[in-house]
T-cell receptor, first 114, second 111 residues
Framework: AQSVTQLDSHVSVSEGTPVLLRCNYSSSYSPSLFWYVQHPNKGLQLLLKYTSAATLVKGINGFEAEFKKSETSFHLTKPSAHMSDAAEYFCVVNSNNAGNMLTFGGGTRLMVKP | DAGVIQSPRHEVTEMGQEVTLRCKPISGHNSLFWYRQTMMRGLELLIYFNNNVPIDDSGMPEDRFSAKMPNASFSTLKIQPSEPRDSAVYFC?????????FGQGTRLTVV
């Protein structure tokens, strides 16, 4: 079984300040983990992925995430928020045990204030 | 590659009518997913195909919903009869290895 918990449904930051979106997962197998971003009225776009290589993963638009097995976490960070980062972010786990079954977290809506 | 292609992008229909949503996955991908997204329930997995075979349809709400994948390049999600509570954005996604690629979605409104 696998599950994902995004600890904050809403996060608000000021432009130019750091972003932290938290994600915890559970998985019976060595998981692959992803962050997707969804801008208003758009589809979901892959931001970054962890697939058992380096634990610090860099993605698009300056985002990065660190896989911490001991904490079962995969938090998403960015040093400096931009107005265009305002969107909904989803943490996703794939346990790689059978097929490509993905489990989504509930999403975190990021708001960026000028 | 053009990515995952969904049609139509928008659909407005009257309650009781049949609705068919279409999806063309990325060529070479062997897994296909249908998701539904609403404000109230977020993103829900409806059904998952692997090599054209339905693997998990436990998320399909009820018998009014059906999905098919007759070949590796096409899938449909049908709702018959449609109801206002089916109004949502329906996403199709395809995958080859670990990550999935999403289409732009079909916004369905049932009036």
């Amino acid at each position: 079984a696998q599950s994902v918990t995004q600890l904050d449904s809403h996060v608000s930051v000021s432009e130019g300040t750091p972003v932290l979106l938290r994600c915890n997962y559970s998985s019976s197998y060595s998981p692959s983990l992803f962050w997707y971003v969804q801008h208003p009225n758009k589809g979901l776009q892959l931001l970054l992925k962890y697939t058992s290589a380096a634990t610090l993963v860099k993605g698009i638009n300056g985002f990065e995430a660190e896989f911490k097995k001991s904490e079962t976490s995969f938090h998403l960070t960015k040093p400096s928020a931009h107005m265009s980062d305002a969107a909904e972010y989803f943490c996703v786990v794939n346990s790689n045990n059978a097929g490509n079954m993905l489990t989504f977290g509930g999403g975190t809506r990021l708001m960026v204030k000028p | 590659d053009a990515g995952v292609i969904q049609s139509p992008r928008h659909e407005v229909t009257e309650m009781g009518q049949e609705v068919t949503l279409r999806c063309k996955p990325i060529s070479g991908h062997n897994s296909l997913f249908w998701y539904r997204q609403t404000m109230m329930r977020g993103l829900e997995l409806l059904i998952y195909f692997n090599n054209n075979v339905p693997i998990d349809d436990s998320g399909m709400p009820e018998d009014r919903f059906s999905a098919k994948m007759p070949n590796a390049s096409f899938s449909t999600l049908k709702i018959q009869p449609s109801e206002p509570r089916d109004s949502a954005v329906y996403f199709c996604a395809s995958s080859y290895s670990t990550e999935a690629f999403f289409g732009q979605g079909t916004r369905l409104t049932v009036v």
